[in-house]
């Protein structure tokens, strides 16, 4: 799972060859993403908010937001 969020976001942000070829499609300049990698980004924030939600929650003692944030992060990791 790291490799693929990694390549997802490293396509997504870093400049050069790699960052130009994705910005071409047949001979039309515009975006050029999978669903797949679109999907990709996506999960990988969404774990990141959750990740920075926990902490400051739990930081300020709000625990039981902290338990509810967790329990939605779960359901969300279900589907």
Same mark, same amino acid.
């Given at each position: 799972m %790291?490799?693929?969020? =990694?390549? +997802?976001?490293?396509s997504c #942000?870093? +400049?050069g &060859?790699?960052?130009l /070829?994705?910005? *071409?499609d ?6 050029? *993403? #999978?669903?797949e990698? &679109? &999907?990709?980004v996506? =999960?990988?924030c #969404?774990?990141?908010v !959750?990740?920075? #939600?926990?902490?400051?929650t739990?930081?300020?003692g709000w625990n039981? @937001? +902290?338990t509810k944030?967790g @329990?939605? %992060?779960d @359901? !969300? /990791?279900?589907h």
């Open positions: %790291f490799d693929r969020a =990694r390549n +997802a976001l490293h #942000t870093h +400049a &060859i790699s960052q /070829g994705r910005r *071409y047949d001979h039309n300049l515009r975006p050029s *993403y #999978t669903d990698e &679109i &999907i990709e996506i =999960r990988v #969404t774990s990141a !959750w990740m920075v #939600t926990n902490l400051v739990r930081h300020l039981e @937001e +902290a944030a @329990e939605l %992060f @359901e !969300w /990791g279900k």
